[in-house]
């Protein structure tokens, strides 16, 4: 499969352009559970939603590689080395704890390492639950699944105490406005099976 063409925030700033790259070479030959496109996809919107609203190029480069740490090989150490230390710090505190077994636990304890970790993390944070809750309304719509179904209400759940978490912490932010809409769509106007 080629290499698409840059997006149009890539050309912003060096760290973006370098994040990007990077973040090509981790999550290349992963895809989507929901829709099975390229898994490069879901830092690309994040990304995207962050630049849209203005954050800067260390932001953006954090939105990039926000899941870097879960699910490649790659430490927070080797980001900081090669980005700088606010993007590994970013990444850091957005990085959920393995040794956590229970979904719910592990959740918890990632939003309050979110919440603790100051602006840049929950503008990060915010634009990865927002891509995410367009993620669960797709594969709700495309799966012809229920949002009832357990699985999916686990995520919402998260979902939603995520969005608490950022009212307390960051109301001001409009990623968390966009959040509460989304969210919102997804209990008023749920996709039907």
Do not use: C, N
């Not at 099975?36 to 962050?50: C, G, N, Q, S, T």
């Amino acid at each position: 499969m080629p290499i698409p063409a840059d997006p149009p925030f890539a050309v912003r700033g060096p760290l973006t352009r370098a994040a990007l790259a990077w973040a090509r070479e981790l999550h290349g030959g992963q895809t989507r559970a929901v829709d099975r496109a390229p898994f490069i996809l879901h830092p690309l919107e994040v990304a995207a939603l962050l630049f849209g609203r203005d954050f800067d190029d260390e932001v953006v480069a954090a939105g990039l590689l926000h899941d870097a740490v879960e699910d490649t090989d790659v430490g927070v150490d080797e980001i900081r080395a090669r980005l700088g230390d606010r993007v590994a710090e970013i990444v850091g505190a957005l990085t959920e704890d393995v040794a956590i077994g229970d979904y719910a636990e592990r959740k918890a304890a990632l939003r309050e390492a979110a919440a603790a970790a100051g602006p840049d993390a929950h503008a990060v944070f915010a634009a990865d639950k927002v891509a995410k809750a367009r993620e669960l309304r797709a594969q709700a719509a495309r799966a012809e699944r229920s949002l009832d179904e357990p699985e999916l209400l686990h995520r919402l759940a998260h979902y939603e105490e995520s969005l608490r978490m950022l009212e307390s912490v960051a109301r001001g932010l409009a990623l968390v406005g966009q959040l509460s809409f989304e969210l919102w769509a997804l209990r008023e106007l749920p996709p039907r099976p």
